[in-house]
């Protein structure tokens, strides 16, 4: 069942020199599908919409290409799966034959769950991950390169360059609508990583303060640097128990077109 949809204008009249992207993020209750235009750095559509059932998602995918206005072939579609049920092995230990006993250890798995995985080059390690069900092979009618992955690993990417110099350990808190990613990073290497539903602040707080114990840092002064989609309560809640917390500054240039086009639909919560 669809609960809600917040959409951009439609497209037409495209460039037949343009290179069209599609991102779609799928969630247990929400999925986000993001066009634009790869050459010009211009959105094109933004369409954002929740969900109860998770069988939804089939429906959901193929209403939305049957309303877009243009036929024109995708260059690539990218779908970005959101869920907890993702660990990292070393590449060094990494074995295809026993995908499913890494994430074992840490996760409820059901017998039916597909498992797949992403390389992250930089740190040379293997994020295993159970995809959201759906069926991928339908994307290829709208382009032929369609790729999966867990939003984890360009999580990651980002905190190893904003991390590449740096030889202090700092946590970093990402958190969404619904979850917290805790990273952990020391000279420039991934400690830990872990994500985490809550529903509150003090559950935020529980997750954040048993990290801290396991990892055996100290509140009073190991570094924290809070992300993603945050309010003043949330930020205040994390203080009162974690005295070193700074706010991420991102990078990007919001003067860039692409930015000042998005400017008020950009509700991406990462890094």
Avoid: W
Avoid at 217 to 229: C, H, R, T, W, Y
């Amino acid at each position: 069942m669809v609960t809600g949809l917040k959409t951009t204008r439609k497209i037409n009249n495209l460039d037949s020199f343009s290179i069209i992207n599609l991102t779609i993020d799928i969630g247990y209750n929400e999925i986000r599908f993001i066009l634009y235009d790869n050459i010009e750095n211009i959105l094109l559509d933004y369409t954002d919409i929740t969900f109860e059932d998770s069988a939804s998602v089939e429906d959901i995918i193929s209403k939305y290409f049957d309303a877009k206005e243009d036929s024109t072939l995708l260059n690539l579609i990218t779908v970005n799966h959101y869920n907890s049920l993702h660990t990292i092995v070393p590449q060094a230990l990494f074995d295809k034959n026993n995908i499913k006993n890494y994430l074992k250890f840490n996760n409820s798995l059901l017998a039916n769950d597909e498992f797949l995985y992403d390389i992250i080059k930089i740190n040379e390690s293997i994020n295993v991950f159970v995809p959201i069900k759906f069926n991928i092979s339908n994307l290829q009618q709208y382009s032929k390169k369609v790729t999966q992955k867990h939003y984890t690993t360009d999580l990651i990417n980002e905190i190893h360059k904003i991390e590449k110099n740096n030889t202090n350990s700092n946590l970093y808190l990402n958190i969404n609508n619904s979850k917290i990613d805790i990273i952990l990073t020391s000279d420039n290497q991934l400690k830990f990583i872990n994500t985490f539903d809550y529903s509150t602040n003090e559950d935020i707080v529980y997750y954040v303060l048993f990290c801290f114990e396991q990892l055996n840092l100290n509140p009073e002064n190991s570094p924290v640097v809070i992300a993603g989609d945050f309010n003043e309560s949330t930020y205040n809640m994390i203080f009162k128990y974690i005295r070193n917390v700074s706010i991420y500054e991102s990078k990007i240039d919001l003067n860039h077109k692409f930015y000042l086009n998005f400017k008020h639909k950009l509700t991406y919560n990462s890094l």
